[in-house]
């Protein structure tokens, strides 16, 4: 029986009944792209390859390092029930041209059929709105072959694994640059992003054991396999071995802008900070979502994730909260979804939660490894950055870019409610670009079973 790609029903992976097909897919499929992994400690390794000799020496050596989706799975089954830690992640993506320098003949390019993918991360700058590929980061302005993410709950594990890792590089290629993981929590130890809210929140959800925990009356986060899982053109049998799209961009936060910006816009509004804040994101700090609460609702409530914005046309949640951007929830646009893996790099001195005034905060070298896995990047990720969050009509006139997530020029201010639920969304702000790209490249995940046969 075939992989079901688009079954109704979420995948019960551990069920008695599980067909051939997808058992070999959770055998050789990568983890972290059906379900997170722990990515507490997490090292981004940014390689370029010599000669395609060098490239495959070093795909063979770390391909027997790397566990499977259906382990993880296991793993995380048995930290739930006994306590007993998994192992780390060790992922590895190769770009479009890490293709070509392990050997591939354009032929066997031709068969990945994203567009975005074939043609790199600097050639698409253009219709993304991304700063020209020489103001980024010079590890990204390279050609970057393969990217290798090593993750794990335990800093001991993470040092030594990605120890092993570093001398398993052949002397011909080389690191072009590395990215280093550091996750921030706030008082009560929940994960959250720089700019200080409660992140990685909303995800779609595939596993039958994730789906029946979550509450799904106005919002359905079960999505299915094809979602996120293609074939894996170069695998043995790509009917059985699959892979991802995985987009990687390094967003830098200018925390003291976007405070400034959030302290700005209280004062104009006459509003507190907790609630401009949440204006600009679409929920409180704690994850309360705005369109449901006016103001942060103590625990239970905070992670909510079951709504939709139905009638509302921005007097709740304005329609430029990058929430509602990123996400519209109007049920029509589902397929664009990604499943975001991303994580803070930055070392930060002061509390990213707390009230201190804009001017004691980063204004750089703190940001979010954006990281998503997609079956298509031109449709789900480039499709929610140009049509959506950088779109300042949609989704109508008039509605400003996302003041979080968006790129390009700001001319069209952002229309925002001057109460909760006032019944048009009326008072306007100009607010400024936060968050900078600077870098970053698309990879396709393959398959283990390719990377063990290369
Ligand atoms: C959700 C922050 C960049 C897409 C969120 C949330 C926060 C956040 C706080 C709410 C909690 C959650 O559900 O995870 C940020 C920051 C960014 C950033 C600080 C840049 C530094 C992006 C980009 C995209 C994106 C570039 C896509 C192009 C999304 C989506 C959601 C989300 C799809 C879920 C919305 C929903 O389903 O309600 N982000 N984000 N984010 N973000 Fe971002």
Redo the contacts with the bound molecule.
Sequence with gaps: MAVPLFNRKPLAWDSADLDADTREMLATLQPNILRSHVREHLTVLLLRFAVPADGRRFVRALAPLMKSAGTHLEEIRRFSRYGIRGTPYIGLGLSRSGYRHLGHEISDLRKFGDLAFQEGMKKRGRILDDPPSHEWDAAYQRDIHAVVIVADADAAAHRRVLARIRALVPPEARVLGEETGVAQRDKAGEG????G???????PLFLADQVVKEPAHDWNPFFPLAQILVPDPLAPDPGRHFGSYLVF?K???NVRAFQQAVQDLAEALGLSEARAGALL???FRN?T?LHLNPEPHPDGWAVR?DFRYGGDSGGRCPLSA???K??P?DGLERGV??A?R?QTYGVRTDQPWDDAPPETRPTCGV??L?M?FNASLETQ?EF??QS??NNPSYPAENTGPDP??GQGPREVPTRLPEAWDAPVARAIARLPQT?TMRGGEYFFVPSLAYLRQI
């Excluded at 959250?192 to 700019?195: A, D, G, R």
């Excluded at 809210?197 to 995800?203: D, F, T």
């Design positions: 959250i992003e720089h700019f809210y409660a992140h990685g929140r909303s995800q961009r967003l830098e936060q994101v679409g929920r994850g979502p994730n990058h929430i509602r990123a996400n929830r979804m990604m975001r991303g940001g979010l954006f998503a990720f929610v950055q959506w969050v979080v997530a968050v």
